[in-house]
């Protein structure tokens, strides 16, 4: 098969990331050394011009170049305006990289999987060929969870197995010794998704349990799509994401079809995340079932619901199989039995994802001008609304008044009348 790894990134810290780490664990023997003697590979980035030059200057871009061709797309020839496109954790993150990642559906056509790729995903060794793998005769996409490992403890365990004297070239992560760093360093943000801990999300788009020193069991509502069959005869696919996020608009597309695999077995498929986030979502564990139930009613869809039926196991070891057993049979018992009690909304679930706006609307703002009001918001605001300030507003509003207010302040701030 023709294969297409795409990955969407701007900035030199996530570069760095991504040439030190990221692509360090794509380039180790089972990875895209094996998937190139198996498939025909092509490597896209999107970037900007300057990003790109220092990454064609680094050791581990020379290894990709002697694996695949590599292809690139410059931010500034796609006629964004590198003053006006989102800075570190503001509100247009996430919409702006669903943008680069349009580029990425575009690019494929010509291409039978479109594998998508983050900076700070880790793949374990294997897990790429085995995300193709699961793309047998008449799957859609492979769906699976990427944990979010806190970046600095991760990048310290990461630099364990590198070979010695060897700063940024390929990293190997046998699964199971990834699990134990996904374990032992899961984001705090993440940890708050653990069903029996002391405190909760107000936002479980995934929940998670510990089974015991054996490793993890993860219910997603929410998935990363790993690889996607390129069909450009259907409107689904040629459309892309048209708002929010892969993970939240497009896997509930993608819902509603019967031909989706699930990477649910970490000894084959394990990425998670370097994830670096100061947000903080908890709520006091007395307040779980209704901070699921708000989640099932405004965040997740029907057919994602269905997601959250298959149990993600991540494997620290698997001595214990009547322990696994009992954890996929509990976990879902307390889901489903939510699941009861809140019918799916789909309006409720609509109306949510619209505060993130129209990615075609926004695009106005990523390509217009910069002014006084939009500079001074990227470098002194947009980091406090993420930080303590966005914190204290989305206890005191809830998460989505919060964000829609935010939208609609930064509507005003920039001139855009369509989202107000």
Known sequence: MKVIVSVALWGRRYAETFLRYGLASQLSPNNIPLLIDRHRVTYHIVTTRRDADWM??????????????????????????????????????????????????????????LVFNYADFIWADGALCHSIDLMQKGVDAVLGFCPPVDVKQGRRALDTLRHAGDASGTLTVPPRVGVGIAVDYLHAEAALRLWD?????????????????????????????????????????????????????????????????????????????????????????????????????????????????????????????????????????????????????????????????????????????????????????AGRLSGRLGRVTKHVLGPGRARTWRLKFEAWLFGDPTRL
């Open 56 to 113: 064609r200057a680094q050791p581990n871009f020379e290894r990709l170049l002697a694996c695949c061709e590599v292809i690139w797309d410059i931010i500034e020839d796609l006629g964004f305006n590198l003053t006006q496109i989102p800075a570190g954790m503001d509100g247009d993150k996430y919409p702006f990289l669903s943008r680069l990642q349009n580029v990425a559906f575009e690019r494929s056509l010509e291409h039978d999987v």
């Open 197 to 381: 801990g002391p405190r909760f999300s107000s936002m479980p788009t995934y929940v998670i349990w510990q089974v015991a020193d054996e490793g993890l069991l993860v219910r997603a509502y929410h998935q990363t799509v790993l690889a996607l069959r390129v069909n450009s005869d259907d409107p689904l696919y040629c459309g892309g994401i048209r708002r929010g996020s892969l993970d939240g608009y497009f896997t509930a597309e993608l819902a509603g079809r019967n031909t989706v695999a699930f990477a649910d077995n970490s000894d084959q498929v394990l990425v998670f995340s370097l994830y670096e986030s100061s947000a903080y979502s908890g709520v006091p564990a007395s307040e779980r079932t209704d901070a699921l139930k708000n989640c099932l009613r405004v965040s997740v869809s029907q057919g994602q619901r269905r997601f959250a039926e298959v149990p993600l196991l991540f494997k620290r070891k698997y001595s214990d199989t009547q322990r696994w057993e009992t954890a996929c049979r509990r976990s879902w018992e307390s889901l489903s039995k939510v699941h009861d009690q809140v019918p799916a909304d789909w309006m409720a679930f609509v109306d949510e994802q619209s505060t993130y706006g129209e990615i075609g609307a926004l695009e106005r703002r990523w390509r217009g001008a910069a002014n006084a009001r939009t500079l001074f918001y990227r470098h002194a605001l």
